[in-house]
């Protein structure tokens, strides 16, 4: 029994407890790390051994408060149990056939790239701006992603796999289907990151005008693109006012929400830098609008196609006063499974549209704020500035690579709404009054 | 002034030890020790009355060799006076059983029962 020693357990003990300490400190929001830091600094003044260490689980409390990481915690359990059963969902099948790799590899990518990008993003965009549309938009994200999987798993394992050239057609498919994603996620990623200066009211009108398109774009295509100018369910004119609405969500919605996210952009700087502000703020306004809705409207459809062979009752809400024959009714679900990919090209082409369209919405709104004003002086009253305040970019590169000390973090961080930490330490207070 | 009741036991324990010799940078272990609060407790009190500009920070300039800097701590002016008045309700609400509250404080504080200790200093 020569490797042991007397102690020697306790020694382990306070040394993994030591490095835990040291690594937790990361997760601590930069303008509290200070705080955290002292707390395990001063430990070294504690008598070692059981004092030290009780010294230093209270270290570990307050550090863990300070991360919120019981918050985070919470975040990554639920996104942990939205992956679990996305995988539960696709994995089974027929080992070899094609719709079981296909969805196996969809949804092990997905989950894996759901998991990774944020880490990627927050080192180089930061965290999460501190918004409820900014989470909201994150979440929505990665919902619509893995039940996009899951829906298009369904759909495949009911179409049937071609062979030969076709297959490996297929395959290519399928491999551009998860580029596509991954530019979503990291889109969805980048444009509620910090660093990357889109401002509220862009988020915003972005979303707002996505989620409308998406809506309508859904009542249109609600069982794949085809090339028919009405659906059955629709109500049969020629041209039905619903798709004459489309397009106009498709084509003027990102005008309107580029120039509504110029026309609302009031910060700092020169009168290029505005400009170029502006242009940022309208580009990114149009892309959102197009991206939510053509990610909106592949979800749905696909959601659909996949329930249509389970949900009688959608089949009759689709057919509305058509009694369908078993036969006539697998044909519909099979023409439909064969159009879904139909919005693989509204994923690629809808983000491009708006991007272009919310161009000219910067042309439409920097016209209309020269007319009245210089940029960036006295345009239509918009509430507010681009997120950019004093030291939330330093806090944000900080935490890429620093311990340096850092300021306190403003409000619409992440990590650093005041708010938070007053409820926090009051919590933490309100604690102690009760435990002590 | 602030009243009584706008801190905790713990809260005026803290204060009462910095309190004691305003001028000087304490550090957290013998606050601690003074207040008997333990660092899980003590710490979140510490930050929340340097958030509200009652008590200021620093790094020690010159550690102990071996040792990692510390963080030291004092009452702002504004902490101060806030200090003072909030123990000085205390000590008026403990009226003359101040005294010996204190006692019985310094023993709560020990063994964690909440009952304030009032220093005015």
Redesign the interface.
């Known amino acids: 029994m020569s490797g042991l020693r007397p102690g020697g357990g306790a020694i382990w003990l306070r040394r993994v407890a030591a490095a835990a300490g040291r690594g937790a400190l990361r997760l601590v929001p930069a303008g509290?790390r200070?705080?955290a830091?002292?707390?395990?600094?001063?430990?070294?003044?504690?008598p070692s051994g059981f004092r030290r260490l009780?010294?230093?689980?209270?270290?570990v409390?307050?550090i863990a408060?300070?991360a919120l990481m019981a918050r985070k915690i919470g975040r990554w359990l639920l996104f942990a149990v939205a992956a679990a059963l996305a995988i539960r969902a696709n994995w089974p099948g027929p080992p070899g056939r094609f719709a079981t790799a296909i969805a196996r590899m969809d949804v092990v990518t997905t989950v894996l790239l759901l998991a990774g990008l944020p880490l990627l993003a927050r080192c180089f965009l930061g965290p999460a701006i501190y918004s409820r549309l900014a989470r909201f938009l994150r979440a929505g994200g990665y919902a619509a992603i893995l039940a996009l999987m899951v829906a298009k798993a369904s759909v495949l394992r009911g179409v049937p796999a071609e062979t030969g050239p076709a297959l490996q057609f297929d395959w290519f498919a399928q491999i551009v289907f998860l580029v596509v994603m991954a530019g979503y996620v990291a889109a969805i990623l980048a444009l509620t990151a910090p660093r990357s200066r889109v401002a509220p009211a862009t988020l915003a009108v972005g979303t707002g005008a996505g989620i409308a398109l998406g809506v309508v774009m859904y009542a249109v295509a609600p069982l794949g693109l085809t090339n028919d100018a009405t659906e059955p369910w629709l109500p049969g004119a020629a041209i039905d006012p619903v798709v004459v609405l489309a397009w106009i969500l498709l084509l003027g919605g990102p005008v309107v929400a580029g120039a509504v996210a110029v026309l609302r952009y009031r910060g700092p700087g020169s009168p290029q830098q505005v400009t170029n502000v502006r242009i940022w703020q309208g580009g990114a306004a149009g892309f959102l609008a197009t991206g939510i809705g053509g990610l909106l409207v592949t979800v749905l459809g696909t959601g659909t196609v996949a329930l249509m062979p389970r949900a009688a009752w959608l089949r009759n809400l689709l057919y509305p006063g058509q009694q369908l024959l078993p036969a006539v009714a697998y044909s519909h679900e099979f023409a439909a499974s064969e159009r879904v990919g139909g919005y693989g090209l509204i994923l690629l082409a809808f983000p491009v549209i708006g991007l272009v369209m919310g161009l000219f919405g910067v042309a439409i709104g920097n016209s209309a704020t020269s007319s009245g004003s210089s940029p960036g002086g006295e345009g239509p009253p918009g509430p507010e500035p681009v997120p950019d305040p004093p030291d939330r970019g330093l806090a944000a590169d900080a935490e890429v690579g620093t311990d340096e000390?850092r300021g306190?973090l403003p409000r619409w961080n992440e990590e650093g709404p005041d708010n938070e930490?007053?409820e926090?330490?009051?919590g933490?207070?309100g604690c102690?009054?009760v435990?002590? | 002034m602030r009243s009584r009741s706008e801190f905790?036991?713990?809260?005026l324990s803290v204060l009462s030890a910095l309190c004691e010799e305003p001028s000087q940078w304490r550090?957290?272990?013998a606050l601690?020790g003074q207040t008997g609060?333990?660092?899980?407790?003590?710490?979140?009190?510490?930050?929340?009355l340097a958030?509200r500009g009652l008590v200021e920070?620093c790094?020690q300039e010159e550690p102990a060799p071996g040792?990692?800097?510390?963080?030291l701590y004092r009452l702002t002016a504004a902490g101060l006076a806030s200090a003072s008045g909030a123990l000085a309700s205390a000590s008026e609400a403990l009226g003359s059983a101040a005294r010996p509250a204190a006692r019985a404080g310094a023993r709560a504080a020990r063994t964690?029962?909440?009952v304030v200790t009032p220093v005015v200093p």
Not at chain 2, 8 to 11: D, L, P, Y
Not at chain 2, 37 to 48: A, C, E
């Open positions: 509290r200070d705080w830091e002292a707390i395990w600094a001063e430990a070294y003044e504690v009780a010294w230093r689980a209270g270290g409390r307050v408060r300070e000390p306190d930490h007053g926090v330490t009051a933490v207070a102690v009054d435990a002590t | 905790s036991a713990q809260t550090h957290g272990y601690a609060l333990k660092s899980g407790t003590l710490y979140p009190i510490l930050i929340r958030d920070a790094w040792r990692p800097r510390r963080h964690g029962r909440n």
